[in-house]
């Protein structure tokens, strides 16, 4: 196992969503956003027609190069004819989001269950 693939967890589940999650309370690190943003590209092509949900529970921080890095798994998921939704955003974390306008570029939700329905 790579350093990096401890640092995401992959479920698939039985709805055929692709679930992430991440094992980082803080992804501000430029080598720790590359590493994860590798790791969920690599689950991502091993997709045919990939829906990804990527949870946030465990985060309590992400830095303006995280969210870059999102947009790129968006970027990746959409050229594959899939579709990436987000869910279990804190607060601070959605202000974020908000102020850069990128809750408006993704699908977000306030539960995992939520998020899986109607994929």
Do not use: C, W
């Not at 790791?39 to 829906?51: C, F, L, S, W, Y």
């Not at 989001?97 to 539960?111: A, G, N, P, V």
Request: aromatic share 6%.
């Amino acid at each position: 196992m790579s350093a990096a693939a401890a640092r995401i967890n992959v479920r698939h589940r039985d709805t055929g969503v692709l679930q992430i999650g991440f094992a980082e309370k803080r992804i501000s690190d430029a080598l720790l956003i590359q590493q994860i943003g590798d790791e969920i590209g690599k689950a991502v092509d091993a997709e045919t027609k990939p829906r990804v949900l990527l949870s946030f529970r465990n985060v309590d921080f992400l830095s303006s190069a995280a969210l870059s890095m999102l947009i790129g798994v968006n970027t990746r998921v959409r050229a594959k004819g899939g579709k990436l939704r987000l869910s279990e955003i804190k607060p601070e974390i959605y202000q974020m989001f908000k102020i850069t306008k990128l809750h408006s570029l993704f699908e977000i939700f306030d539960s995992v269950d939520e998020a899986v329905k109607g994929f």
